[in-house]
């Protein structure tokens, strides 16, 4: 075999073996290591695509064979399309920074992994399990892990989704984010606003499908026209932009719920330079972790969905998986909604 064909081989994967064999990818692994009920000649049938093909079994795989490596990998998912670093947004540094005090305390260690590559570069890498926050709508890299036997603390939507196609399910972590969202704009409706507007991710995340269909789903009941602006990628631009085409429009709102991360100062800046006023004129209630939020002027009022509580549960969750312990399928947690100066509150939080 000449270099060039070692080195294609070296990349053949499970999903590969799984998809020239016409069986699924949790056939491939039972066959590959003896496990599972299965016939003699699909088992021998997989193991002769796998040589073909130069099959060669993944690090982690071999790994967990061996015994666990005491690495737990995170990644968030929200934008897939191409890398970006979400430890740099306030919520997700938090949430990372708390799952990796969470890993220590019980021996192990945090791989951050990347929102997208070829296929499913992420088994490639030893991990014992897997936190996995904000999937998409039918997120590959869950069932990637699943199918692989890594045990995964997801959404149980993302989770649902894999079992349906591996057979089996992790722990989940969820929000009652419709819930979240009504309590932000009963609140806003309370302080006089009649004109609520929305700046959301495009995304399939659940957190902003279900945050942006409660809002619809709240303004349909009271007779209101949704306002809602999507901002298409990652960082602080994609906000302020949704904030100019909103407050642009021939009806400007008189309040703005924003469910995605941004930087407090700069925001109320934007704002006010587009003529307007917080909270005099216009409301505002951020879904933001930025702690200076609370030292602007005015404070502003944040939805915290709790990062550190959340990242402790998750670890839990996933240390016992990975340890054989039974604990708890999952747990469901509220969002806290911290009123503040800028929707006309006094501040209590």
């Known amino acids: 075999m000449s270099q060039s064909e070692r080195s294609s081989a070296s990349r053949v ?28 000649a699909t088992r021998e049938h997989v193991r002769q695509v796998a040589r073909r093909l130069g099959y060669r079994p993944n690090a982690t795989a071999r790994l967990l064979r061996a015994g666990h490596t005491r690495l737990i990998g995170f990644a968030a998912r929200e934008y897939v399309e191409a890398p970006w670093v979400y430890a740099e947004l306030a919520y997700f540094g938090q949430l990372v920074n708390a799952t990796t005090r969470a890993a220590l305390t019980h021996g192990y260690g945090v791989v951050l992994l990347p929102t997208s590559g070829p296929d499913d570069c992420w ?6 399990g897997v936190f996995v926050v904000d999937p998409v709508a039918g997120d590959p890299m869950v069932g990637d892990f699943l199918a692989a036997g890594i045990p995964v603390v997801s959404d149980r939507r993302a989770l649902a989704e894999a079992a349906s196609g591996v057979g089996t399910t992790g722990r989940w972590i969820d929000f009652d984010h419709g819930g979240a969202t009504r309590r932000v704009l009963d609140h806003l409706e309370a302080a006089g606003a009649e004109r609520i507007a929305v700046i959301a991710a495009a995304t399939t995340a659940c957190f902003h499908h279900e945050s942006a269909g409660a809002y ?15 901002s298409p990628s990652p960082g602080l631009q994609g906000v302020l932009d949704a904030v100019d085409e909103l407050l642009d ?9 924003i469910l995605v991360e941004v930087n407090p100062p700069l925001l109320l800046d934007a704002i006010r330079r587009r003529g307007r006023s917080v909270p005099d004129d216009l409301l505002l209630v951020c879904t933001t972790e930025d702690p200076t939020a609370l030292y602007t002027d005015p404070p502003i009022s944040t939805l915290s969905f709790l990062p550190g509580e959340t990242a402790e549960a998750a670890v839990e969750l996933l240390v016992d998986s990975v340890e054989g312990r039974a604990g708890e399928p999952g747990r469901l947690f509220s969002a806290e909604l911290r009123i503040r100066a800028s929707s006309a509150f006094t501040a209590t939080g």
Do not use: Q, Y
């Open 249 to 257: 429009g021939p009806a400007p709102p008189d309040a703005l719920f």
């Open 123 to 128: 088994l490639d890498m030893p991990l014992d």
């Open 13 to 40: 994967r499970l999903v590969d073996v799984a998809r020239a064999a016409g069986v699924s990818k949790t056939t491939v692994s039972d066959a590959l290591n003896g496990a599972g009920r299965l016939p003699a």
């Open 216 to 230: 619809r789903d709240w303004c349909a009941e009271r007779g209101r026209e949704p306002f809602i602006a999507h």
